[in-house]
């Protein structure tokens, strides 16, 4: 049972420090920066889960497009995806409170 820790707990840092390789590279900047910005936008038209459903599936669709016409469906872009739009949740939630305070 101990070899079994080891080795699920060495993955894991192997897998983690690969994430923060790949986040790093510029097209998945580019996925959490306009999910980021996808998110506040969609937040000024609709509630915090539909705005964030609204997101992902933009960011799913278009990692379907790039798996039939473009590079592949990447989960590392989709990772981006998700980073950013939390971003957007985290930031843009009590934003929108502020703004709309009578």
Request: charge should be positive; include cysteine; proline fraction near 4%.
């Given at each position: 049972?101990?070899?079994?820790?080891?080795?699920?707990?060495?993955?894991?840092?192997?897998?983690?420090?690969?994430?923060?390789?790949?986040?790093?590279?510029?097209?998945?900047?580019?996925?959490?920066?306009?999910?980021?910005?996808?998110?506040?936008?969609?937040?000024?038209?609709?509630?915090?889960?539909?705005?964030?459903?609204?997101?992902?599936?933009?960011?799913?669709?278009?990692?379907?497009?790039?798996?039939?016409?473009?590079s592949g469906?990447?989960?590392?872009?989709?990772?981006?995806?998700?980073?950013?739009?939390?971003?957007?949740?985290?930031?843009?939630?009590?934003?929108?409170?502020?703004?709309?305070?009578?």
């Amino acid at each position: 049972m101990k070899v079994k820790i080891t080795s699920l707990y060495g993955a894991t840092c192997r897998f983690s420090r690969l994430l923060a390789l790949k986040l790093r590279e510029e097209d998945k900047v580019k996925h959490m920066v306009w999910s980021f910005f996808l998110t506040l936008a969609a937040l000024t038209v609709w509630p915090a889960p539909l705005a964030f459903l609204a997101v992902f599936v933009i960011g799913l669709l278009k990692e379907c497009w790039d798996f039939r016409f473009g590079s592949g469906f990447c989960f590392y872009d989709m990772t981006g995806n998700l980073i950013g739009s939390l971003f957007g949740l985290v930031l843009g939630l009590p934003l929108i409170a502020l703004i709309s305070r009578p």
